[in-house]
């Protein structure tokens, strides 16, 4: 059975970089064709995609937000990490992580809900 | 950066059927396959439709997918009041970054 959980912190002040970590069961990183990614949605908004690693460490960035992510994956952990450098308000957002094989993003973590406020 | 553009919202009774469409261009979906995705009022997105037209084991087969040139379009047939969610379609752009669409609240009347 394949879970992901987001986990980092609720509340960030701008400026500040956002860490959050992926943990997840049932699937390896290390396998051909798998990938894990980052997907956010601000409250009332559309889903935004930002990040994703594969099992090779290939790495694919939102280009809107390319200067500002880092996403680096642990396989010996089972974690994939997604920093967001400089955050602001507009950061505001849950932020999900998500198993990817192939063209198919078929799991999904629960989401969790960041807010960027002074 | 692509954006894949949708109606804000669809309606229908029950039972009958609904089509979304999702617009793209040649850099994303004239040149990628789409994926579909249903998102129930606080839940996380849930694939329905990946490489066009493939349904996940357990999808009903309500819920089909079809693409032509730089467009794509979900249709939800024998509407029932649980398909009240928003739909997103997405899409590899140029396989480098991949795209939502706008998304498509549907409303059961």
Same mark, same amino acid.
């Given at each position: 059975q394949i879970t992901l959980k987001e986990s980092g912190p609720t509340l960030v002040k701008p400026t500040q970089t956002l860490t959050l970590t992926c943990t997840f069961s049932?699937?390896?990183? &290390? &396998? &051909?064709?798998v990938g894990v990614g980052w997907i956010r949605q601000p409250p009332g908004k559309a889903l935004e995609w930002l990040a994703l690693v594969y099992w090779d460490d290939d790495k694919r960035y939102s280009p809107s937000l390319k200067s500002r992510l880092t996403i680096t994956k642990d396989t010996s952990k089972n974690q994939v990490v997604l920093t967001l450098t400089n955050v602001d308000p507009v950061d505001t957002a849950t932020y999900y992580c998500a198993h990817r094989l192939g063209t198919r993003q078929d799991y999904w973590g629960q989401g969790t809900l960041v807010t960027v406020s002074s | 950066q692509s954006v894949l553009t949708q109606p804000p919202s669809a309606s229908g009774t029950p039972g009958q059927r609904v089509t979304i469409s999702c617009s793209g261009s040649s850099s994303d979906i004239g040149s990628n396959t789409v994926s579909w995705y249903q998102q129930l009022p606080g839940t996380a997105p849930k694939v329905l439709?990946?490489?066009n037209y493939q349904r996940p084991?357990?999808?009903?087969?309500r819920f089909s997918g079809s693409k032509s040139g730089t467009s794509a379009s979900l249709a939800i047939s024998g509407l029932q009041s649980e398909d009240e969610a928003d739909y997103y379609c997405a899409a590899w752009y140029h396989s480098l970054a991949y795209v939502f669409g706008t998304g498509t609240k549907v409303t059961v009347l």
């Amino acid at each position: 059975q394949i879970t992901l959980k987001e986990s980092g912190p609720t509340l960030v002040k701008p400026t500040q970089t956002l860490t959050l970590t992926c943990t997840f069961s049932g699937f390896s990183l &290390t &396998t &051909t064709g798998v990938g894990v990614g980052w997907i956010r949605q601000p409250p009332g908004k559309a889903l935004e995609w930002l990040a994703l690693v594969y099992w090779d460490d290939d790495k694919r960035y939102s280009p809107s937000l390319k200067s500002r992510l880092t996403i680096t994956k642990d396989t010996s952990k089972n974690q994939v990490v997604l920093t967001l450098t400089n955050v602001d308000p507009v950061d505001t957002a849950t932020y999900y992580c998500a198993h990817r094989l192939g063209t198919r993003q078929d799991y999904w973590g629960q989401g969790t809900l960041v807010t960027v406020s002074s | 950066q692509s954006v894949l553009t949708q109606p804000p919202s669809a309606s229908g009774t029950p039972g009958q059927r609904v089509t979304i469409s999702c617009s793209g261009s040649s850099s994303d979906i004239g040149s990628n396959t789409v994926s579909w995705y249903q998102q129930l009022p606080g839940t996380a997105p849930k694939v329905l439709i990946y490489n066009n037209y493939q349904r996940p084991s357990g999808v009903p087969d309500r819920f089909s997918g079809s693409k032509s040139g730089t467009s794509a379009s979900l249709a939800i047939s024998g509407l029932q009041s649980e398909d009240e969610a928003d739909y997103y379609c997405a899409a590899w752009y140029h396989s480098l970054a991949y795209v939502f669409g706008t998304g498509t609240k549907v409303t059961v009347l």
